[in-house]
């Protein structure tokens, strides 16, 4: 039996990942050797997603087929997702951002486990240092200007429809998720998608209001972390990074943890047993240039 390396398992969990949300929405896929694709279909404008898996021998011809693929489906929106940094689909129009890390963790518990997290934060000023998106990485309790009471913050795995959609709400306007604001319940995350097999939710409160969550999907060998996310009246909290130690401590803490982190995030990941394993570009269609 062959063995596959860390960075393959994130990958693979990845595409199984967007699988799980294909079948939830009855979006049409399409699973290559070399590749997954999901044609996405929110909105006319929603991106589909390409995850390349195991490229092969021959990059220019995956490039070729991927791009075959973006015509045929007719993408005005696409995310093509390389963990192995190895494509150039310049010369297909599209182009890339910064690199972000692909990061593995290896199974074990916390230093500090928070399962089942109960606990004080302090009252908020109505202000935030972190920008949209800032997620994990605000992550921190600061110090209150405004004086009041402590406030209590839980973390707990959502199995009904009403706190799947509070998990939803709080990706959708907390990541944020642009091309699905405003929110609307089941836009993004149906609740047919809560009952995939391996897809768990979990939501933080703050004295029992939304003030964060995740999504964990295992796929029997890895478990991915996806759109750990705080809404910005809560950031800077803490929230992010409760949210985070909940899910890798219930979440199948006896395989290996996987995600893609933004810049911001990276450090706490690494202060939390993230170790990177790769760097993934991800592929959308350059801007008209300018007449």
Not at 202 to 207: C, E, G, H, M, S
Request: hydrophobic share 40%; net charge negative.
């Amino acid at each position: 039996m062959k063995t596959i390396s860390r960075l393959e398992q994130a990958t693979d969990n990845a595409a199984e990942f967007w699988l799980a949300q294909a079948r939830a929405h009855g979006w049409q896929r399409l699973v290559d050797p070399r590749f997954t694709a999901v044609r996405c279909a929110r909105t006319p404008e929603d991106a589909h997603r390409i995850v390349v898996t195991r490229p092969g021998g021959d990059i220019a011809a995956l490039e070729d087929d991927v791009a075959g693929l973006i015509r045929e489906w007719g993408s005005t929106g696409v995310t093509v997702e390389d963990p192995y940094g190895i494509l150039d689909m310049t010369r297909h129009g599209l182009g890339h951002g910064r690199a972000m890390a692909v990061m593995t963790r290896e199974p074990g518990p916390l230093e500090s486990p928070r399962s089942g997290a109960q606990a004080a934060v302090p009252p908020s000023d109505g202000k935030s240092s972190a920008g949209p998106g800032a997620g994990p990485e605000a992550a921190g309790p600061v110090e209150s200007s405004g004086g009041g009471r402590s406030r209590s913050l839980t973390v707990d795995e959502v199995l009904d429809a009403d706190g799947f959609a509070e998990v939803e709400r709080a990706v959708v306007d907390g990541f944020p998720i642009e091309a699905s604001r405003p929110w609307t319940r089941g836009g993004m995350l149906p609740e047919a998608l809560l009952h995939e097999p391996g897809l768990r939710a979990w939501l933080a409160r703050i004295d029992g209001a939304p003030a964060g969550a995740c999504l964990t999907y295992d796929d029997g060998r890895a478990t991915g972390v996806y759109w750990v996310a705080t809404l910005p009246e809560h950031r800077s909290r803490g929230v992010g990074r409760a949210v985070l130690e909940t899910a890798l401590a219930d979440a199948h803490p006896d395989r290996p943890a996987t995600l893609v982190a933004t810049m911001l995030g990276e450090p706490l990941y690494r202060k939390l047993g993230f170790t990177e394993q790769g760097r993934t570009h991800w592929w959308t269609p350059l801007a008209p240039a300018a007449e």
